[in-house]
């Protein structure tokens, strides 16, 4: 009968049922699904965009206006563990004072947002009351925030930290209360109807089907993070990949700010990346 | 042991000042072992009626009693099977099977050994480790049997299972749950709008109308057991279609001026 036909048909015969793989495993097979010509594809971008700035270079013939690819890549590899500016610290130290910052504003700004927006999605009267307050907050660029949180802070490390939380958490907000409106009410439904508790339903049901929305808020806000983080070290820091190019800029080091931003790059490509494979990890076949 | 009593229950919605009353004094007794089947138009509150003796919405008057006990929420004594199979996509369909085993704290590897068997009964062998997205839609509603099964439900209700299968596949499943009936007498309350798969499937057909909501007639399907889907083009069965078919269509349409009544079709 056609409906017996599954798209992926049973690799063993009916009636025999493997083991379940282990869970090693599964995360191996998971790695082996890549889609190769995707990241063949997405390669062939990345090369063409190369040659292409490295045509416009020579063209050019300014190393000011327009370093070389190899130029930079020069630069950003002598001064991984050469201190730039000379009093300062290397890219690698600054690469890393960024980063920390992201990770700890980014994980209380998510954690809060998380529970904010799980509140209002669970409880109206908060919802009614803080959803107004969101709507108002969040079209504000996190960097109008700046010069208050100097005010109010300094130049420690505290506003930045604050700033990129203040940044990420109308971002989870919106997407938890998202994610758990989508979920339908007939999964909790159907779990309390095999004798799940509320509580039970809500956690491993309600809140579960919501998660992998919810890491796909995680990546936006993450993208805000950075935004955050490389405004604010332009404006009051003395060090962070964004000082670094401030003051690479100042000096007229151009291989350096391109240094800067491919570092950013690649930083927040390899968190995404996290994420990403988090998300798959919570949501099994997509 | 199980015996659905429902006794002048009502149900009334407020829209503002609007109020809808959705069902007034319904009663119906379903008897321990037996498949009824509540039919109407959309609007009818047949799935009101269904999601009340479920526990998820509440009575404004009269009572829901199984085995005698008032319903006052959800419970794993009345298993629930949607519209759509609502299988947690997480989940293998193994482990959406042991869910409720889980969910309950009786989780054991007996409970395992269970669930497999039930997925071999639904015909799901072999396919115990599969994530539901690589299922065909006969199938998710397959598991999604196996899971309420587990759970051993004294009563099975159904929200119109089929309704969003091809012809074909609903055709397979009507069969499937009239093999899985006969091998135990379950009792079930299923909700349909669909007069050929009520007759097929049930012992007695509460017909419903609406405005406001009630059980207009019930009649009985006295069809030989164990049935099949050839039945379905024998002139006793096509008697009895016709039966229930007039009487549903003696309800008001949805919609329809007050007085006004079908009476072409037949």
């Known amino acids: ?286 | 042991m199980a015996d659905v009593e429902l006794k002048r229950v009502s149900k009334r919605y407020v829209h503002g000042r609007r109020t809808t009353e959705t069902l007034r004094d319904v009663s119906l007794h379903v008897r321990d072992g037996e498949f009824v089947s509540l039919l109407g138009r959309s609007g009818c509150g047949k799935t009101t009626l269904l999601r009340i003796v479920g526990g998820f919405v509440n009575a404004d008057g009269g009572e829901v009693l199984v085995d005698g006990a008032p319903v006052s929420q959800p419970g794993s004594d009345r298993g629930m099977l949607f519209q759509h199979p609502m299988l947690f996509p997480w989940l293998t369909v193994l482990d959406n099977t042991l869910f409720g085993p889980r969910a309950t704290g009786r989780n054991s590897p007996a409970a395992r050994a269970r669930a497999m068997e039930l997925l071999q009964i639904v015909g799901l062998g072999g396919f115990e480790f599969h994530y539901p997205k690589q299922l065909s839609g006969g199938m998710m509603h397959r598991a999604a049997f196996a899971r309420a099964m587990m759970a051993e439900p004294k009563i099975l209700l159904m929200d119109e299972p089929f309704g969003a299968l091809d012809a074909l596949t609903r055709a397979g499943m009507q069969q499937f749950l009239l093999d899985l009936w006969n091998r135990r007498r379950f009792t079930v309350v299923l909700v349909t709008h669909d007069v050929e798969e009520a007759v097929l499937l049930s012992d007695r057909v509460a017909v419903m109308a609406a405005g406001p909501g009630q059980i207009v007639e019930t009649i009985p399907i006295e069809l030989p057991r164990p049935r099949t889907y050839e039945m379905s083009e024998t002139p006793e069965f096509v008697q009895l279609k016709r039966r229930v078919r007039q009487s549903v269509e003696q309800t008001p349409a949805r919609g329809a001026m007050v007085g006004m009544q079908l009476t072409a079709g037949g």
Do not use: C
Not at chain 1, 92 to 108: E, M, P
């Open chain 1, 1 to 286: 009968m056609g409906e017996e036909q599954a798209q992926t048909p049973a690799a063993t015969p009916p009636g025999i049922a493997l083991d379940e793989p282990r869970f090693g495993t599964r995360l191996l097979r998971r790695f082996a699904a890549v889609d190769w010509s995707r990241i063949g594809m997405g390669t062939l971008g990345i090369v063409a965009l190369v040659i292409a700035w490295w045509l416009v270079a020579l063209i050019i013939g300014d190393s000011v206006f327009l370093p070389t690819p190899a130029a930079t890549v020069g630069t950003l590899v002598h001064y991984l563990t050469h201190p730039y500016p000379s009093q300062g610290d290397t890219l690698i130290g600054n690469t890393l004072i960024s980063l920390a910052r992201i990770v700890v504003g980014f994980t209380w700004g998510a954690l809060a947002g998380i529970a904010l927006g799980a509140l209002m999605a669970g409880v109206r009267p908060i919802r009614l009351i803080v959803d107004p307050l969101i709507e108002l907050g969040r079209p504000l660029p996190p960097l109008a925030f700046i010069p208050l949180l100097i005010v109010w802070f300094g130049i420690g490390e505290a506003p930045k930290i604050i700033l990129i939380g203040v940044g990420v958490i109308p971002v989870m907000v919106v997407s938890v209360v998202a994610a758990l409106d989508a979920v339908p009410e007939e999964y909790v439904e159907a779990a309390l109807s095999l004798g799940a508790t509320r509580r039970y339903a809500l956690l491993h049901v309600r809140i579960r089907a919501a998660l992998p929305a919810m890491i796909t808020g995680l990546r936006l806000a993450m993208g805000m993070s950075w935004t955050s983080i490389v405004a604010v070290e332009m404006i009051a820091a003395t060090a962070g990949l964004g000082y670094v190019i401030l003051e690479a800029s100042n000096y007229l080091v151009t291989p350096m700010i391109f240094s800067g931003i491919l570092l950013i790059a690649v930083v927040a490509l390899v968190l995404d990346g996290l994420l990403r494979l988090l998300r798959r990890l919570v949501a099994p076949m997509g």
